[in-house]
């Protein structure tokens, strides 16, 4: 089982629907969570992350956390075509050493 | 404030041969990460330093790769010899910190060094 898994997609959305993108996580220890960005071609940048069960909101993007089912997912509302991107979810590890393990990314497609 | 800074952007080699990529972070993070990104795949971790000490290199090919981080600033990862598979994108990212709570984690990445094996 790989340690944070995600649906590569694409996942392919109209602009003003909202996107969902989901991550599941395997190491019940880990502290929190974070979503990057990542246009093609460039590098990832951190977008939101999330450490208690619940919801966090910040503009149009929310993630939301529940640490019993070891899932994050973020929400994008009123998709935008500049929000196609590739999505990953990276979780900091409580296991040995403390370290952010990435999935492998979900590609967005936000279509006119 | 300047980002984190890598060179070359791109590099083309034969089988065999030697490469290096260097890493400038972001002034005053205490840590540094090389990241190994293949195409459709999330950044798989291949060293961390904290200071000039590789705290966690548990992922890295050490046949083959090498790295370090002196006086704690700038970082050279190198490959020697590099092989097909190696044709990746390696990233460097720094944060002020890891450990030390539920905040803290965000990383800072550079543009990438891509390397493509002949």
């Known amino acids: 089982q790989k340690e944070v898994e995600q649906n590569s997609g694409p996942l392919s959305v109209p602009e003003g629907a909202i996107a969902s993108l989901n991550c599941t996580y395997s190491?019940?220890?880990?502290?929190?969570f974070f979503w990057y960005r990542q246009y093609s071609g460039k590098s990832p940048e951190l977008i939101m992350f999330i450490y208690s069960n619940g919801d966090k909101e910040d503009g149009r993007f929310t993630a939301q956390l529940n640490k019993a089912s070891q899932y994050v997912s973020l929400l994008i509302r009123d998709s935008q075509p500049s929000d196609s991107a590739t999505y990953l979810c990276?979780?900091?590890?409580?296991?040995?050493?403390?370290?952010?393990?990435f999935g492998t990314g979900t590609r967005l497609l936000v279509s006119p | 404030e300047a980002g984190v800074v890598q060179s070359p952007r791109y590099k083309i080699i034969e089988k065999k041969q030697p490469v290096a990529f260097w890493c400038n972070p972001i002034s005053g993070h205490n840590t540094l990460y090389w990241y190994l990104q293949n195409l459709g795949q999330g950044p798989e971790l291949l060293i961390r330093y904290e200071n000039e000490e590789a705290v966690d290199d548990s992922q890295l090919p050490k046949d083959r790769f090498s790295a370090e981080r002196l006086k704690g600033v700038d970082s050279t990862l190198k490959i020697q010899p590099a092989e097909l598979g190696d044709s990746a994108v390696y990233l460097c990212?720094?944060?002020?910190?890891?450990?030390?709570?539920?905040?803290?984690?965000?990383?800072?990445f550079g543009e990438g060094s891509r390397l493509t094996v002949l």
């Open positions: 990276a979780v900091k590890t409580n296991t040995g050493f403390q370290k952010l393990v």
């Open positions: 190491d019940r220890g880990s502290q929190s």
């Open positions: 990212a720094s944060s002020p910190r890891l450990a030390g709570g539920p905040k803290t984690g965000e990383l800072f």
